[in-house]
C-alpha cells in the first residue's frame, strides 16, 4: 500500500496554504497566517473559529515544525497553546507544545516562567487516597500530592491537534506532585484525561530540537521542580548515625580503658566559730597513676542552710607543683507562700585536667559561715575519671550539619507550597511536612 | 492454508478471505459490503472511501501479543465530535478475535466478554463511576455518542448501520482497560489493556511521508 501523503490545503479563511505535519491525525488547525481554526476532519475545511484580534498574540519558544529526537525518538512540533489560569484575580499563563510521531503517537511539553516539563499521557486511572488530611493519587507505587486545582482556559492556540481546539475551551485541571513528576488530571464533563509530567531542564529540549535562540531563565520555584536538596538531608543524617556510632565507640573505649580509681579520701568536720577549722591543713601523700590525665576531685558535703568553701592544692610532692581549685558547696531551702524550694547542692564535683603521674598531696583550707551547725565533709580524689562534657560538644558539633540542610531542603519545600492550594496560612497549621521550616524564611 | 474465494456480487472482483469464518467483507475494488450466506456473497450496501484516519495499521499488518501472533483483517471506523478512530479487527493464532483501537494514537487491545455482573446503565453513566469484571475494577474516564463512518477487511458480524452508538470507556489503576458498547441490550463488554505499538512487535505497517 502507498505511503501515507501529507495533506494540504488552502486556509479558507485567508487562502494561506497550510499542510498537515499531523497527516489526518489533526482533527483541527490554526492557519498560522490568519489565526483562524479550522476543522481538519472535514474535507471542505470548515472555519471553527476566527482569531479575536483584541487578544493577545503569543510566540512559541520552540518553532512549529521543528523535528528532534527526544527520548530515543523523533518528534515533530505540531501544535502551540497557551492556556490561562485565574488566582485569586491574578492570571497566570503557560504555553503548551504538542509533540507528534505517527508510530509512537503524541506527547507535550509544558513551560511556565522558564519551567519545563515533558508529558505523556497516562494509561490508567491513579487510585485516589490522601496523606493525613491532605488528598494524593497513587501512581505506580509513587505517591503524588495534590498541589493546586484549578480551571485552564486556552487563550492562544498555532498548529495543528488531534482533538477540536477552541479558544476559550476551559478544563478543570488537578496536579499532583511527587517532584520530578507531576501527575495532571484535565476533567470535561465527559472525559477525564491524566498525563504524567517529568521536571526537565530547558536547555536539553533547545538541543534536542536544535533551537538557536536562548530560553527564559526558571523564575522562582515550580510546583514539580526538583528541590536540590532532596536526599541530602537523608544522607546527612545517616552520617550523623554513622559519626555517633564511631563516637559511642570511642567513648566506651575511654571508659573502659580509664583508670578511674579513688587515689585519695578526705573526711572531717567543719565548725562553725572555730577559728582553728580555718587553718590550712595537708593530706597524707598519695600516687597518681597512669599517663598524664584528669583528676576529679568530689566532695560531699552536710551544708543544711548554710555554705562550705574548700581551698583545695593538688601538690606534687617531688617537683613542688601547685594546682589550686577553690569550690564552694551551698545548699538552702524553704517554703515560700506553699512553694518549696532550695537552691545549691551539698555535692560538688571540680576537675583538674593534665596531671602527672607521681606522688602528691592535696593542701585544704576550709571557709564557712561563723554560725550555724557542723558541717561534715569528704573529698574524693579520682584519678583518671572520664569526663561527658567534649562529647556532648562533639554531639553538637555533628547534629549541625544535618540541621543546617535539613532547614534548607524544607525552605525550598515551603517556597514550592506557597503557590499551591496548600499553602500555609499564617496563624493556620497546616498537615504538611514543610510546616516545620515555616519559620525558617 | 488455502485461503477461502468468492466473486463480489456488484463488480466481480476476487475476495479472498484471510479469515475463513470472516462473516462480512469488503470489496477493496468497489468498496461494496459483502455479508457471506455462505459462499453466495450478497451485497448489503455501499461503503464509503473509508475516510480513514491514518493509522500506521493496515489490513494485513501482523504482531504478536502475549505469546500469539495475529493478522489484522478488518476494521470499523467511528466518528464522533471530538473526530474519529477504528478498531482493527485482529485474528489471533489460537482462532479468536481482538480489537484493536486506535484513538489519536492511543491504541487499546480489547475482546469480547460476557459481563459477570450488570453493567452501568446508559442513563445512569457518568466519569468516575466504577464496575467490576474479573475481580479488576474500571473505572468510567469517558463517556461518548458515536457513529459508524466505514468498514474495511473482514468482520466477526454483520454490519448494521448505526448513526447513534453510545460508548464508554473505563480505565484501571494499571493500564486495564474495557469499553462498553451500548449499541445492544445488554450493552457489550470489551476489555483488554492500553497498549504501545512497540509492544506488538508489528510488521507490515504504512508508511508515512517525511518519517
Known sequence: MSSVQVRGFNCPSCGAAIQLRGFQFSQSVVCDTCLAVLDASDANVAVLQTFDSKLRRHRPLLPLGSRGTWKGDPWDIIGFQVRQISVEGVEYHWQEYLLFNPFRGYRYLSEYEGHWNDIVPVRGVPSAGSQRTHPTVSWHDETFKLFQTSRATTVFALGEFPWMVVVGDTVTVRDYIAPPFMLSAEETEDEVTWSLGEYTAGERLLSAFKVEQPLPAPGGTFANQPNPRTGKPKAYWKGFVVLMLALVVVVVGRVATATDRVAAHLEGSFHPGNAQDKAPFVSDTFRLTGRTSNVELTTHSSVDGSWLYLGMSLVNDSTGQVLEVGREVSYYYGVDDGESWSEGSRSDAARVPAVAAGRWFLRMELDGPDQGREIDWSVDVHRDRPGFLWWFIAIGLIILPPIFVSLRSAAFETTRWAESDFAPKAGASSDDDSDDSSSDD | ?211
Open chain 2, 1 to 211: 492454508m488455502s485461503r477461502v474465494r468468492a466473486n463480489c456480487p456488484n463488480c466481480g472482483a476476487t475476495i479472498e478471505f484471510r479469515w475463513a469464518q470472516a462473516v462480512q467483507a469488503s470489496c477493496e475494488y468497489c468498496h461494496s459490503i459483502l455479508v457471506r450466506h455462505d459462499l453466495d456473497l450478497a451485497k448489503v450496501g455501499t461503503g464509503t472511501v473509508v475516510p480513514l484516519t491514518p493509522s500506521p495499521l493496515q489490513l494485513g499488518t501482523e504482531g504478536r501479543w502475549h505469546g500469539h501472533g495475529f493478522t489484522v483483517i478488518g476494521r470499523l471506523v467511528y466518528r464522533w465530535a471530538g473526530g474519529g478512530w477504528s478498531e482493527w479487527h485482529c485474528r489471533f493464532d489460537d482462532d479468536t478475535s481482538a480489537w484493536l483501537s486506535d484513538a489519536q494514537a492511543e491504541y487499546v487491545l480489547t475482546r469480547h466478554v460476557t459481563p459477570q455482573e450488570p453493567l452501568p446503565g446508559y442513563e445512569e453513566l457518568h466519569t468516575g463511576i466504577v464496575f467490576n469484571h474479573d475481580r479488576v475494577r474500571y473505572r468510567i474516564t469517558s463517556v461518548t455518542r458515536a457513529a459508524y463512518v466505514g468498514t474495511e477487511g473482514e468482520l466477526p458480524f454483520e454490519y448494521h448501520d448505526v448513526a447513534d452508538v453510545p460508548f464508554a470507556d473505563a480505565r484501571t489503576t494499571d493500564g486495564g482497560f474495557a469499553t462498553i458498547d451500548y449499541s445492544e441490550s445488554p450493552p457489550l463488554l470489551f476489555v483488554g489493556d492500553a497498549v504501545e505499538l512497540r509492544q506488538l512487535e508489528l510488521r507490515n505497517l504504512r508508511e508515512f511521508e517525511g518519517w
